[in-house]
């Protein structure tokens, strides 16, 4: 549906409406059993990345130790409180985005771009393997300064390593965190046990290894 515009950045102007209600989901997540939506335990803090099909990522992230809560969303677009549906046609501007909420002392911010980087190539653009479209690009949505130059720190590092490995350059956007619409019930925790126990999603990852942080997933 609409073909090429799928990959190509639309403007506020162009945007599907949305709606001023917000997508019903659940109260607790459903493998970690905490909150989904705010308020957070306390002391911890909120990292937000997209890298392509959200479903396998948020499972990458709820399995890191530190990690109190995840879930799946729609941001860096135009059109609130959107469908799957229409962030598909790439009218909504949206990517498709992990929350990821964490205890920074049992897991720093850099081991959360580490997870970022390796799991899905960051040099693909409007893409990642055969999704494509805008809703699949790369982007770092940092909330805070300190935040915005560990991600900017570690794309300069990891730049290094893809180049040697014969990757080209990243083309992952590091943007100021924006409204992050909920997704759907049924795409949040989606590769749980309760949901697809046999569900599949794509490792993207190069292969190649980002030099920070160190995190080991859970079992």
């Not at 709606?19 to 308020?39: K, S, Y």
């Amino acid at each position: 549906m609409f073909g090429s515009r799928k990959t190509q950045m639309i403007t506020a102007a162009d945007a599907l409406p949305g709606r001023d209600t917000p997508l019903p989901v659940p109260a607790r997540h459903e493998v970690l059993g905490t909150p989904l939506r705010p308020p957070y335990p306390a002391g911890t803090q909120v990292a937000e990345f997209a890298l392509g099909c959200f479903w396998g990522e948020e499972k990458t992230f709820w399995n890191t130790p530190g990690v109190v809560s995840t879930a799946v969303g729609y941001e860096g677009g135009f059109t609130p409180n959107p469908t799957y549906e229409e962030v598909c046609t790439g009218r909504t501007g949206h990517a498709e985005t992990v929350r990821v909420v964490y205890d920074p002392a049992r897991v720093s911010y850099p081991e959360l771009l580490r997870v970022f980087w390796e799991s899905h190539d960051p040099t693909q653009g409007m893409r990642q393997g055969n999704d494509i479209g805008s809703q699949y690009r790369s982007v770092i949505f940092y909330h805070t300064p300190e935040q915005r130059a560990e991600a900017e720190e570690s794309r300069a590092s990891f730049q290094k390593r893809l180049s040697d490995a014969g990757y080209g350059e990243i083309t992952t956007e590091i943007v100021p965190a924006s409204e992050f619409y909920f997704a759907e019930d049924y795409h949040q925790q989606y590769l749980s046990d309760a949901k697809n126990p046999n569900g599949y999603c794509p490792d993207h990852g190069t292969g190649v290894s980002c030099p920070i942080g160190v995190v080991k997933a859970r079992d």
